[in-house]
């Protein structure tokens, strides 16, 4: 089998799968944007994989797959600072919730106090 269409579907086949997690609310569109950017510009490239080749000989690779290990490379960066990013926002969210908790409990307590 051509390594081209093996491409193809191991992309296609992770698409799907990254749509079907958002649709059993298993990952929120939000996370699922990145991977399903990835997935879709690895079809692209595996269907033009001729660009795949320009690409890389204008960036100066000597192999096309060091441009791909390269891409990926920066790509999983990325995902992994917007994981982070996500990440400090939930802590912050928690961390006031904690608060917004403690307050309600001291009220709570004062109230049965004048009980």
Known sequence: ?????????VSVVIFLFVIDLVRRRKL???YAMGWLLVSA???FFAVFYHLLFFFAA???FELP???IFFALFCVFVF?????TVFLCQQNNRND??????ALLEFELKELKKKN
């Open 1 to 9: 089998m051509n390594i081209h269409v093996v491409a193809i579907v």
């Open 28 to 30: 929120t569109f939000k």
């Open 41 to 43: 510009g690895a079809i």
């Open 58 to 60: 204008l960036l100066g």
């Open 65 to 67: 797959s060091n441009f």
């Open 79 to 83: 995902l992994s600072l917007l994981l």
């Open 96 to 101: 006031a919730m904690a608060q917004k908790i």
